[in-house]
């Protein structure tokens, strides 16, 4: 979700509830933004990771303020 400079990544394991991942702020933001995802090995040099059901969907961050 993302609130002016300030963006919210999120994930759900069971298909119901929400966990957050991840708040950022960016302090300039060019005219288009790229994302994708990425798995970062907690221990040594890698593990396999597989991503599924991914999908972007309308902002449902509550406003803050």
Request: with cysteine; charged share 20%.
């Amino acid at each position: 979700s993302r609130r002016g400079k300030d963006f919210l990544i999120e994930q759900r394991k069971d298909g119901n509830a929400y966990a957050q991942m991840r708040i950022f702020h960016l302090h300039h933001i060019p005219g288009t933004i790229k994302l994708g995802v990425y798995a970062c090995s907690p221990v040594g040099a890698g593990f396999p990771a597989s991503f599924s059901a991914f999908r972007m969907e309308p902002c449902i961050w509550p406003t803050y303020g």
